[in-house]
């Protein structure tokens, strides 16, 4: 019990952290307000669009690709990936934000998140 209790903090802590990217990027970041979702599904589709609109501008402009007219799989950019990530989440509210933080292997990966839909 206590090790998951760690581990749980732990996890937080790194969380919290990339959260702290956000707050970096919006200095250079366009003054537009991300929609958030609570976990409607009903909802689900609309705020995605929203975010993938958001996604066609900079500085993020890199993880759309206008041909295919969908999100790219994968980038080499890490640290705009991380800030993607951090974004997303400060998006997320109630459980589906405790459902998204608690998948470890999409920790940091923005990309991995938006495509697990």
Not at 14 to 36: C, G, I, N, Q, R
Request: net charge positive.
């Amino acid at each position: 019990m206590q090790m998951q209790m760690l581990q749980m903090l732990q996890m937080l802590n790194d969380t919290f952290s990339k959260l702290l990217v956000v707050l970096d990027t919006k200095s250079t970041e366009p003054k537009s307000e991300w929609p958030k979702f609570q976990g409607d599904v009903k909802k689900f589709r609309g705020w995605y669009l929203a975010i993938v609109a958001q996604i066609c501008f900079p500085p993020w402009k890199e993880f759309y690709d206008s041909l295919m007219n969908k999100i790219v799989l994968t980038t080499m950019n890490i640290t705009l990936n991380e800030k993607l990530y951090a974004k997303v989440l400060t998006c997320l509210e109630s459980q589906v934000l405790q459902n998204m933080v608690s998948r470890k292997h999409l920790c940091a990966d923005g990309l991995a998140l938006l495509h697990r839909n």
